[in-house]
């Protein structure tokens, strides 16, 4: 557990490049890739040459014999929900860090995009329920104590759930909102996870994370083990409502999920046969990770996984970024709001 001097020398650290960003590389690019509500008259002004015809006021330009034009601005007045997992698997990282760790900056970084532009920005952590829900506000302070709570939250639960994250929006958000959903997606509940998906390792000394299973302790997991509980999970994840309650905040919302990922949930070592337990249902068995088949398994579940995915966001008519632990996330997150802004 973090101490307090701790926690605010990295709420500090956080403050100072979430700003850098904002101010540096996102200048204009959120703003544009989020539109206001629509627009709203401001003032009158003396026509310039370039002015649009259409917006002329005839009336003020009758009055003073000369030709005036109406000036209008964007009604922003836009919150931001952030959806952040906090389930036992996003304490896994093989490399720069752990998956929590990614989020809490990229959503540090999008909260600060979002006060500079005077929005509001709440929060909603969840792990297999809602463990804590922020109201949207504005202003600095209360972003860092979002950044806060990122950093220091203790979730009850283990386990993942979407759909009961994504149905508590619904609920709680009146208006139309832009909303990031910060996750791995693989859901804990029934038997959706793959026969490695979420495990750390055990007594090998390696840890991988791999898909949660169901085989007890002192099991081999081999190759069609793997294949068959793949083919299993697949069916499972649309079974969970994960794709009936995105359809609901997809036409509510201008919905985006960012799947984050480590290299090791993608690829499984070749170490040997080791023991390892499911982060979030504690499931233990053994893993015969020099088995080809059980690697190759083990990658095509991942690509199984993150097609499913990406087929829910694209009916929900949502956006799906993917994001490693490794890779640049200011790059990803740049190409995404100027691709958003770019015409056609």
């Known amino acids: 557990m973090l101490t307090t001097t701790e926690i605010l020398k990295k709420v500090r650290e956080l403050e100072i490049k979430s700003k850098r960003l904002t101010n540096h590389l996102f ?100 792990s297999d329920k809602v463990e804590l829900y922020i109201p949207p506000k504005k202003g600095r302070d209360h972003v860092l104590y979002i950044v806060r709570q990122l950093l220091t939250i203790e979730p009850k639960g283990k386990g993942t759930n979407l759909s009961e994250a994504i149905r508590f929006l619904n609920r709680s958000s009146r208006h139309r909102g832009i909303v990031f959903m910060m996750s791995d997606f693989l859901e804990s509940s029934g038997p959706s996870r793959s026969a490695t998906a979420g495990y750390t390792g055990g007594t090998s000394g390696s840890q991988p994370s791999t898909p949660g299973g169901t085989p007890g302790p002192g099991s081999a997991l081999g190759s069609s083990a793997v294949s068959d509980s793949a083919n299993r999970q697949a069916l499972a994840v649309r079974e969970t409502g994960f794709e009936d309650a995105m359809k609901v905040a997809g036409k509510k919302h201008d919905f985006i999920g960012i799947k984050v990922y480590d290299k090791m949930d993608m690829q499984l070592p070749a170490v040997g046969l080791i023991e390892a337990e499911d982060a979030e249902t504690g499931a233990r068995t053994w893993v015969d990770t020099n088995d080809y088949l059980v690697r190759t398994s083990y990658q095509q579940y991942f690509f199984n996984q993150t097609e499913l995915c990406k087929s829910i966001f694209q009916k929900a008519g949502s956006d799906l970024l993917h994001l490693r632990t490794d890779e640049d996330y200011v790059k990803i997150l740049q190409r995404f709001f100027v691709g958003r802004h770019r015409p056609g």
Do not use: Q
């Open 27 to 126: 200048t204009g690019e959120y703003h544009s890739a989020f539109k206001g509500r629509g627009m709203s008259f401001r003032e009158v002004r003396e026509y310039a040459a370039g002015d649009d015809i259409r917006f002329i006021d005839w009336n003020v330009s009758a009055r003073f014999n000369h030709p005036f034009s109406k000036l209008f601005e964007e009604e922003r007045e836009l919150t931001m929900m952030l959806l952040v997992d906090v389930s036992a698997s996003s304490l896994f990282g093989t490399i720069h860090g752990r998956k929590k760790d990614l989020i809490a900056e990229v959503c540090a970084v999008l909260a600060f995009s979002a006060v500079n532009n005077n929005d509001k920005v709440g929060v909603i952590f969840f």
